[in-house]
């Protein structure tokens, strides 16, 4: 079992950056791939970005590419998602989920696991 639990999110301003963490529980966390889905208000669930256990493997949404660096510590059991020059469209809740399967991630899946989302708002 691994529990996930973000923070980091909340309001900013268009042009700004915020750095969201994810928290996990479980042995097996370091073998995962790890990534991150956002829901804008209103719209279906996306996929933002997805990085597998050795970080040596990483993709991102057209949407965040160049802006959003994701990274995972597994001395820690955490994984992190830097977003820089965010813009209004941005503005979603945004879960960290985890997975055996890189693939599962990219393609979203049948993911395993999911965190229960922290919201980030970015005023224009």
């Known amino acids: 079992q691994v529990q996930l639990v973000e923070s980091g999110g909340g309001l900013v301003q268009a042009g700004g950056s915020l750095r969201l963490s994810c928290a996990a529980s479980g042995r097996t966390f370091s073998s995962y791939a790890v990534g991150w889905f956002r829901q804008p208000p209103g719209k279906e669930r996306e996929f933002v970005a997805v990085?597998?256990?050795?970080?040596?493997?990483?993709y991102y949404a057209d949407s965040v590419k160049g802006r959003f660096t994701i990274s995972r510590d597994n001395a820690k059991n955490t994984v992190y998602l830097q977003m820089n020059s965010l813009k209004p469209e941005d503005t979603a809740v945004y879960y960290c989920?985890?997975?055996?399967?890189?693939?599962?991630?990219?393609?979203?899946?049948?993911?395993?696991?999911w965190g229960q989302g922290t919201q980030v708002t970015v005023s224009s």
């Open positions: 989920t985890a997975d055996p399967q890189y693939n599962n991630i990219l393609l979203g899946r049948g993911v395993d696991y």
């Open positions: 990085v597998n256990w050795s970080e040596r493997l990483t």
